[in-house]
């Protein structure tokens, strides 16, 4: 990976293009074009789509503009390493093909710099998680994927799009912040006792840097409230808004 190292998370891009969606749009855009100035890399924590799920390699037209500006930094030799997310994890082959370095399933480690980091999507870490734990093992079944594959693209987006909050908003982390810090400080402390320097988190859409001694916690925050990105030139950590650029 080439340094700086740029992680963003929580994007939700949606379906419905009205003028805020552009705005956003618009931001993320400008990003990218900071990202390619750079020569770094983008990694991206997880839910960048509100929703995604791949029927036979056919992309929603309402995604296009999106895929194309990805597409444009790899073009220019961006490595993009992309963690599923619980609204986008349903990619069979597709992100690779079109933009990606790489896509992971499960959690990101990278060792190439002074700092061991783990950059994981975070869904299911709370305690009170239980419920959710075993919804995760069955969406993400191959038979499930197999028979929600048979809906079709139109009304398996459409179910998608139900399902999926960005409409009512994210700021239902935001009344538990307290017990989210707690429960995901606890993960981060077995993995820093695995010796992991680094832990980046997504899915909780709080923007925030815990630091213990040597050791640190980052959640990434959104792109829907904060805008947050977060930026490693190989010695430093910062944190800071799209306007910030």
Known sequence: MKLP???????HIGMQ???KELERRHKLFQLFESIKNSGGTLIIGGDFFDFW???RKKTPEIYWDVFERL?????????????AGNHDYWNLGYFEQKFTHSFYKKNLVIEDFNDKILITHG??????DVGYRALKKVIRNKLFIFFFR??????????????SNT?????????????IIKDVSNFAN???EEGVDVVLVGHYHQKLIVKEKSKMLIFMGDWLKHYTITKYDGNEWTQFSWNEL
Do not use: P, T
């Open 5 to 11: 190292l740029f992680f963003i998370s929580d994007c």
């Open 17 to 19: 293009l009205n003028s």
């Open 53 to 55: 799920f791949e029927f």
């Open 71 to 83: 597409e444009d930094l790899k073009k220019n030799n961006i490595q993009i390493h992309y963690i």
């Open 123 to 128: 869904d299911g870490l709370l305690k009170k």
């Open 150 to 163: 048979l809906l079709g693209e139109k009304r398996g987006y459409q179910v998608g799009n139900k399902v």
């Open 167 to 179: 409409s009512h908003g994210y700021n239902h982390f935001d009344n538990n912040v307290d017990e």
């Open 190 to 192: 077995e993995k820093w």
